[in-house]
């Protein structure tokens, strides 16, 4: 059964940094594209980053210079690291597969707020 368990999430202060993980399962990760997205409060669901299998990232423009998206195929895991925090980025962060996205885990809320 494929399965994506995100984590890190949290409070934090505009300006600060987060570092997400999501352990991916039930599939041959290292095949795959991966990606993170995110749900604003209220807001559909959105692309924030992928990463293909040959190490190419896209960014959506409102995270360009501020996350960056990595991967480790031996652990099955992939990452989003989040400088700069704003408050809009105020959301639930979910990982899945940049193409053929399967089911949705539980995602990982992060508030940034002062």
């Known amino acids: 059964q494929e399965q994506f368990v995100e984590s890190g999430g949290g409070v934090v202060q505009p300006g600060g940094s987060l570092r997400l993980s999501c352990v991916a399962s039930?599939?041959?990760?290292?095949?795959?594209?991966m990606a993170w997205y995110r749900q604003p409060p209220g807001k559909q669901r959105e692309l924030v980053a992928a990463?293909?299998?040959?190490?190419?990232?896209n960014y959506a423009d409102f995270v360009k210079g501020r996350f960056t998206i990595s991967r480790d195929n031996a652990k099955r895991t992939v990452y989003l690291q989040m400088n700069s925090l704003k408050p809009e980025d105020t959301a639930v962060y979910y990982c899945n597969r940049f193409v053929s996205i399967s089911k949705w885990g539980q995602g990982t809320q992060v508030t940034v707020s002062s």
């Open positions: 990463l293909t299998t040959s190490g190419n990232t």
């Open positions: 039930g599939f041959f990760f290292g095949a795959f594209a």
